[in-house]
T-cell receptor, first 117, second 116 residues
């Protein structure tokens, strides 16, 4: 099956620093990648949708200058949390949609736990 | 806007028994997908089952089956012969059928416990 990886799996950083999270589709090309945020015991909240070679589309209420998304290729998207603060601590999950599948199957990465001190 | 509602925050089932998780949704569209995802303690999202709205036949995947009632906008998941490994959060999700950028809308989730 299709595999999506995320790196790092967990990261601890100091307040005010920036953190970059990578999302890769390992064995397929992803037309579209999605970034979600999940708080403990809650559902996934879509932050943004990114298409290769174009600007990401952010959901209402998500600060695009704080959460920078780059989708440079059909297999890589990155999320950079700029000037991170403790309230940005969360579990971040990416997913990638396989362009080939008839149902446009969407596969999820294993997530990245961000802790901001 | 589409909404997905899971009214059961927690459910419990004994091993080998059957359990049904409820999901309702609201949409004005006619062509869409519905999904059940499982999120075990590892937090890796795993697709359990998918239903295309245009199909009248309920989807099945081994011990997992759905009861899709389009008119009632209901999409329940039945897990038969429950196993300890089924313990997880289960999320119901909706997505429009067309458009590669169409988004998944998730419900709030149901935590399933499996007891011996």
């Amino acid at each position: 099956g299709a595999v999506v990886s995320q790196h790092p799996s967990w990261v601890i950083c100091k307040s005010g620093t920036s953190v970059k999270i990578e999302c890769r589709s390992l064995d397929f090309q992803a037309t579209t990648m999605f970034w979600y945020r999940q708080f403990p015991k809650q559902s996934l909240m879509l932050m943004a949708t990114s298409n290769e070679g174009s600007k990401a589309t952010y959901e209402q209420g998500v600060e695009k200058d704080k959460f920078l998304i780059n989708h440079a290729s059909l297999t890589l998207s990155t999320l950079t949390v700029t000037s991170a603060h403790p309230e940005d601590s969360s579990f971040y999950i990416c997913s990638a949609r396989d362009r080939r599948g008839a149902g446009n199957e969407q596969f999820f990465g294993p997530g990245t736990r961000l802790t901001v001190l | 806007a589409q909404t997905v509602t899971q009214s059961q925050p927690e459910m419990s089932v004994q091993e080998a028994e059957t359990v049904t998780l409820s999901c309702t949704y609201d949409t004005s569209e006619s062509d869409y997908y519905l999904f059940w995802y499982k999120q075990p303690p590892s937090r890796q999202m795993i697709l359990v089952i998918r239903q295309e709205a245009y199909k009248q036949q309920n989807a099945t995947e081994n011990r997992f089956s759905v009861n899709f009632q389009k008119a009632a906008k209901s999409f329940s998941l039945k897990i038969s012969d429950s196993q300890l490994g089924d313990a997880a959060m289960y999320f119901c999700a909706y997505r429009l059928y067309t458009g590669t950028a169409s988004k998944l809308t998730f419900g709030t989730g149901t935590r399933l416990q499996v007891t011996l």
